[in-house]
């Protein structure tokens, strides 16, 4: 067979020649010109119509970081006070929030009671911690005041001091009164600069503070760890600006947190092992000097109370529970007088007195608390110290809403009752047979086989924390992270490895004023294990004008406590198989009225996922790390025999006028 010449398609040669025409252009040309940027090289932002200013700086600190701050001045401004709020969640973002002229709407949002700084004609001060954002140097989490934990000679307290100082030499606008006041992070941001503080300090507003991490606020409660935080410190100590964000892998948390087994090892998957943050928290789960050498309230108990301070706690704060009235107790002694520490609490979640304040979830509460807050106790607080004319102050020293009858009370101290100065008496609610409560002990009567409820504690199928699905913490509209403190417990009273103890029905008012505390006398199979205690308030069975309240069971105190901390919260020690032990241990504060027509409820479980890691009931080294096999059935036994009662010790006010 002949061969033919296969020779190339004209489009094949007309493409090679326009190569080699372009290529010869490229070698012989000159240089084809770019075109000029439309976008100039600083744009100057327009100043028409403006109601304010804005000023943005770096400040230097005492060791050379300098710290990204946003300066609003109010339009006209001469001889205002400075509200300086500090925070690691972006000082552009919070005076952005609105493409306005107007300061309202930029300010708008998280950390700004917006009516109390426009009203109070304040310079409103942001500022980005160390390592976050804009700013400069390195990032620490709640970084620890200079000392064992903290080397270096610097610390939030100092860069508050240091700030301050800038900020009154170099602001002609001020009157060169500076208030410090934050929410959670920066709550615990607005505790810092109480300790050796800037004579130009003259009031600080810490609300819902990050105070102790371990006992009772963000990363563990009684050494119970939160790991649906875990999204949190992954993208908080990921990178400066929260840019690293969590993978979710499950629509229902329940799902992720079971399939990981552990949190350590979903903390490996997650490759959280490159956190410095991570790292601290697996390697510390018991209370040691790491956790209580920084709990703030530890902290400031050491320090003179000199500036005015008031403390903002939430009743049913799903955060940071434990913080504020800890940090009022460790005050209280320094403020004989009550003319430098104020507390106030309220019936919200977390930072909710800074917004729309007049329910929560299903409960109502007949006004804007949120408003009352910001414009009968903030605002006038802010005015008396930040202000020339310093109005008298009409504040008092405690100001709590007290849920159930819905009313604010103004008193003294706390725990005070009743304005009149009631004080509170500790008073056992005993857990018997039957599921009853009763102020009355178990009866001698009481066979042994009567003397305790058990259940069967199974971690392959821990007790939700609320109905399913279980959706990660946050404060998108689609979420109900904000509410769960007030979820409706029924759903869990029917469970059988939940027990569930009632009173009669009431025919008088009873009220509490404090902490709760849960003394159980328990046992469990296992090793070790962890309890759960509910205090409820449980809704008639019918209600006019909210028939879905017809039998709520509505949280007034709940926490967990992990058994293995009951001789010692820094020492863990494994729990002796079936033997009685006495669980003792605070519940968070409550301000609340049962009225007549409702129930008391008390109900104990031995788990509360996914917020919080599940006991393997197997004793092991550190939980973080505990392996699937360490994870076994185990069964509870609450007693209530005479020489063995549960009891609740309520803090019950007896002695109202």
Same mark, same amino acid.
């Given at each position: 067979?002949?061969?033919?010449?296969?020779?190339?398609?004209?489009?094949?040669?007309?493409?090679?020649?326009?190569?080699?025409?372009?290529?010869?252009?490229?070698?012989?040309?000159?240089?084809?010109?770019?075109?000029?940027?439309?976008?100039?090289?600083?744009?100057?932002?327009?100043?028409?119509?403006?109601?304010?200013?804005?000023?943005?700086?770096?400040?230097?600190?005492?060791?050379?970081?300098?710290?990204?701050?946003?300066?609003?001045?109010?339009?006209?401004?001469?001889?205002?006070?400075?509200?300086?709020?500090?925070?690691?969640?972006?000082?552009?973002?919070?005076?952005?929030?609105?493409?306005?002229?107007?300061?309202?709407?930029?300010?708008?949002?998280?950390?700004?009671?917006?009516?109390?700084?426009?009203?109070?004609?304040?310079?409103?001060?942001?500022?980005?911690?160390?390592?976050?954002?804009?700013?400069?140097?390195?990032?620490?989490?709640?970084?620890?005041?200079?000392?064992?934990?903290?080397?270096?000679?610097?610390?939030?307290?100092?860069?508050?001091?240091?700030?301050?100082?800038?900020?009154?030499?170099?602001?002609?606008?001020?009157?060169?009164?500076?208030?410090?006041?934050?929410?959670?992070?920066?709550?615990?941001?607005?505790?810092?600069?109480?300790?050796?503080?800037?004579?130009?300090?003259?009031?600080?507003?810490?609300?819902?503070?990050?105070?102790?991490?371990?006992?009772?606020?963000?990363?563990?409660?009684?050494?119970?760890?939160?790991?649906?935080?875990?999204?949190?410190?992954?993208?908080?100590?990921?990178?400066?600006?929260?840019?690293?964000?969590?993978?979710?892998?499950?629509?229902?948390?329940?799902?992720?947190?079971?399939?990981?087994?552990?949190?350590?090892?979903?903390?490996?998957?997650?490759?959280?092992?490159?956190?410095?943050?991570?790292?601290?928290?697996?390697?510390?789960?018991?209370?040691?000097?790491?956790?209580?050498?920084?709990?703030?309230?530890?902290?400031?108990?050491?320090?003179?109370?000199?500036?005015?301070?008031?403390?903002?706690?939430?009743?049913?704060?799903?955060?940071?529970?434990?913080?504020?009235?800890?940090?009022?107790?460790?005050?209280?002694?320094?403020?004989?007088?009550?003319?430098?520490?104020?507390?106030?609490?309220?019936?919200?979640?977390?930072?909710?007195?800074?917004?729309?304040?007049?329910?929560?979830?299903?409960?109502?509460?007949?006004?804007?608390?949120?408003?009352?807050?910001?414009?009968?106790?903030?605002?006038?607080?802010?005015?008396?110290?930040?202000?020339?004319?310093?109005?008298?102050?009409?504040?008092?020293?405690?100001?709590?809403?007290?849920?159930?009858?819905?009313?604010?009370?103004?008193?003294?101290?706390?725990?005070?009752?009743?304005?009149?100065?009631?004080?509170?008496?500790?008073?056992?609610?005993?857990?018997?047979?039957?599921?009853?409560?009763?102020?009355?002990?178990?009866?001698?009567?009481?066979?042994?086989?009567?003397?305790?409820?058990?259940? @069967? /504690?199974?971690?392959?199928?821990?007790?939700?924390? %609320?109905?399913?699905? &279980? $959706? *990660?913490?946050?404060? #998108? !509209?689609?979420?109900?992270?904000?509410?769960?403190?007030?979820?409706?417990?029924?759903?869990?009273?029917?469970?059988?490895?939940?027990?569930?103890?009632?009173?009669?029905?009431?025919?008088?008012?009873?009220?509490?004023?404090?902490?709760?505390?849960?003394?159980?006398?328990?046992?469990?199979?296992?090793?070790?294990?962890?309890?759960?205690?509910?205090?409820?308030?449980?809704?008639?069975?019918?209600?006019?004008?909210?028939?879905?309240?017809?039998?709520?069971?509505?949280? @007034? /105190?709940?926490?967990?406590?992990?058994?293995?901390? %009951?001789?010692?919260? &820094? $020492? *863990?020690?494994?729990? #002796? !198989?079936?033997?009685?032990?006495?669980?003792?241990?605070?519940?968070?504060?409550?301000?609340?009225?049962?009225?007549?027509?409702?129930?008391?409820?008390?109900?104990?479980?031995?788990?509360?996922?996914?917020?919080?890691?599940?006991?393997?009931?197997?004793?092991?080294?550190?939980?973080?790390?505990?392996?699937?096999?360490?994870?076994?059935?185990?069964?509870?036994?609450?007693?209530?025999?005479?020489?063995?009662?549960?009891?609740?010790?309520?803090?019950?006010?007896?002695?109202?006028?």
């Amino acid at each position: 067979m002949s061969r033919t010449p296969r020779w190339p398609r004209p489009a094949a040669l007309l493409s090679s020649a326009l190569i080699l025409i372009g290529s010869l252009h490229a070698q012989n040309s000159p240089k084809y010109p770019n075109y000029p940027s439309e976008t100039p090289a600083t744009f100057q932002q327009p100043t028409y119509g403006m109601d304010y200013a804005r000023r943005e700086v770096m400040i230097p600190m005492r060791d050379g970081v300098k710290l990204h701050t946003v300066i609003l001045l109010p339009k006209g401004a001469k001889r205002a006070g400075i509200l300086l709020t500090r925070t690691p969640y972006s000082a552009t973002t919070l005076t952005s929030n609105g493409y306005s002229t107007h300061l309202g709407p930029t300010l708008w949002g998280y950390d700004n009671a917006t009516e109390t700084i426009l009203k109070g004609g304040y310079i409103r001060v942001v500022q980005d911690i160390r390592g976050k954002y804009g700013s400069e140097g390195d990032y620490i989490m709640n970084r620890p005041i200079h000392g064992s934990l903290n080397p270096t000679p610097v610390d939030e307290s100092t860069d508050t001091y240091d700030t301050i100082d800038w900020l009154v030499k170099n602001t002609p606008e001020s009157n060169g009164k500076v208030g410090v006041l934050g929410i959670s992070y920066d709550g615990f941001l607005a505790l810092m600069p109480l300790v050796h503080p800037h004579p130009a300090l003259k009031c600080v507003v810490p609300m819902n503070p990050m105070v102790d991490g371990w006992r009772g606020d963000d990363w563990f409660h009684n050494g119970a760890f939160r790991q649906q935080n875990m999204p949190y410190i992954y993208e908080q100590a990921g990178t400066r600006d929260n840019s690293a964000h969590w993978l979710t892998s499950n629509f229902d948390d329940y799902d992720t947190y079971m399939n990981a087994v552990s949190a350590g090892e979903l903390g490996k998957q997650r490759n959280m092992d490159q956190l410095g943050f991570w790292k601290k928290i697996t390697d510390h789960p018991a209370y040691d000097s790491f956790w209580s050498d920084q709990a703030v309230d530890r902290v400031l108990a050491t320090e003179p109370l000199t500036v005015p301070t008031m403390l903002v706690a939430s009743l049913w704060d799903q955060e940071d529970i434990y913080g504020a009235p800890a940090v009022y107790k460790a005050l209280a002694p320094k403020d004989p007088q009550h003319d430098k520490l104020f507390l106030v609490f309220g019936p919200w979640h977390h930072g909710q007195e800074i917004m729309d304040a007049e329910s929560l979830g299903a409960i109502k509460f007949r006004s804007d608390t949120g408003l009352y807050f910001r414009e009968q106790i903030l605002a006038p607080f802010l005015a008396h110290y930040l202000h020339d004319d310093a109005p008298p102050l009409t504040v008092s020293p405690v100001t709590a809403f007290e849920t159930g009858t819905n009313r604010w009370q103004n008193l003294k101290s706390w725990p005070t009752g009743c304005e009149a100065g009631c004080v509170p008496k500790s008073t056992p609610l005993y857990l018997q047979s039957s599921a009853k409560l009763a102020f009355t002990a178990p009866p001698t009567t009481e066979t042994s086989e009567a003397s305790f409820d058990e259940y @069967i /504690s199974d971690p392959a199928h821990p007790v939700p924390f %609320r109905t399913r699905p &279980s $959706q *990660p913490i946050g404060y #998108t !509209p689609n979420l109900s992270w904000i509410r769960w403190l007030v979820d409706d417990q029924r759903e869990f009273s029917g469970r059988p490895d939940v027990l569930t103890f009632q009173t009669d029905t009431l025919t008088a008012p009873v009220k509490i004023s404090g902490e709760p505390i849960a003394n159980l006398i328990a046992s469990t199979s296992g090793t070790d294990s962890d309890w759960v205690v509910k205090l409820i308030d449980v809704y008639p069975d019918e209600v006019p004008g909210q028939p879905e309240l017809g039998g709520y069971q509505l949280p @007034i /105190s709940m926490d967990i406590f992990r058994g293995r901390y %009951r001789q010692s919260l &820094s $020492q *863990p020690a494994s729990i #002796t !198989p079936d033997a009685p032990q006495l669980y003792k241990f605070a519940l968070p504060t409550a301000n609340h009225v049962f009225l007549p027509g409702h129930r008391i409820m008390v109900q104990v479980q031995s788990s509360w996922f996914p917020l919080y890691d599940r006991n393997p009931q197997t004793f092991v080294p550190n939980i973080f790390f505990a392996k699937p096999a360490d994870y076994k059935k185990a069964t509870q036994r609450i007693y209530h025999a005479p020489t063995n009662a549960s009891f609740i010790e309520l803090p019950i006010v007896t002695n109202q006028p």
